[in-house]
């Protein structure tokens, strides 16, 4: 069974930086595609980034040169380095996962899912 446990949420002032994690247990998938989802208060989960089992990335207009999105192979773990944080940033963040490469940032092309972390940006 497939298990997806985020951590490093936090507060933090706009400007400022984090990063996530998410390690990942059950993961039998030799080809696969992990991505970073996101909720913010009021709106509907949105896809800000993705990598493949090849290593390529796709990346949401809205973080696109400010948010990186990595992944380990040893630690089997999905990393998110949140930089230029903004106010509209705060969101109950979520890792995810499925069989197979997509390009696609929605929710339905994922299989598995993690609990969210919460990442809040302050003035």
């Known amino acids: 069974q497939v298990r997806l446990v985020e951590s490093g949420g936090g507060s933090v002032q706009a400007g400022g930086s984090l990063r996530l994690s998410c390690r990942a247990s059950?993961?039998?998938?030799?080809?696969?595609?992990m991505a970073w989802f996101r909720q913010r208060p009021g709106k509907e989960r949105e896809g800000i980034a993705s990598i493949t089992s090849r290593r390529t990335t796709h990346y949401a207009d809205s973080v696109k040169g400010r948010f990186t999105v990595s992944q380990d192979s040893t630690e089997n773990t999905l990393y998110l380095q949140m930089n230029t944080l903004r106010l509209e940033d705060t969101a109950l963040y979520y890792c995810?996962?499925?069989?197979?490469?997509?390009?696609?940032?929605?929710?339905?092309?994922?299989?598995?899912w993690g609990q969210g972390t919460q990442v809040t940006v302050s003035s």
């Open positions: 995810a996962a499925r069989s197979g490469w997509t390009p696609y940032l929605e929710g339905y092309e994922f299989t598995d």
């Open positions: 059950g993961i039998a998938y030799s080809v696969w595609t």
